[in-house]
């Protein structure tokens, strides 16, 4: 059975950092693309960020390039996302999805974790 476990959320102040993590359980980590998306409530599911197996490609949404640093540890099974420069509209609940996600598909995936919820706000 496919689990991801996200962590390391919580509250912030604008202009601060968080180090979410994800841990991953019950597929092949090692063999699949990861990504981040977010939701915030009332709001559509957004795309985040996406790492390759081998970590050599990174993407992310404009929104929060030159902020966000995707990251994953493949002997730990684990996907990371340290987030700097926080801004208010950060808000969301963030989730670890298996696959390559973008912008296109990102409103038909369903997370399978439960997410951890970031907060920023003064």
């Known amino acids: 059975e496919v689990q991801l476990v996200e962590s390391g959320g919580g509250w912030v102040q604008p202009g601060g950092s968080l180090r979410l993590s994800c841990t991953a359980s019950g597929f092949s980590f090692s063999d699949s693309y990861m990504s981040w998306v977010r939701q915030a409530p009332g709001k559509a599911r957004e795309y985040v960020s996406r790492i390759s197996q081998e970590s050599e490609i990174k993407k992310y949404a404009d929104s929060v390039k030159g902020r966000f640093a995707i990251s994953r540890d493949n002997d730990r099974n684990t996907l990371y996302l340290q987030m700097s420069s926080l801004k208010p509209e950060d808000t969301a609940v963030y989730y670890c999805?298996?696959?390559?996600?973008?912008?296109?598909?990102?409103?038909?995936?369903?997370?399978r974790g439960q997410g951890t919820q970031v907060t920023v706000s003064s």
């Open positions: 999805v298996r696959g390559a996600v973008d912008s296109t598909i990102v409103t038909a995936i369903i997370p």
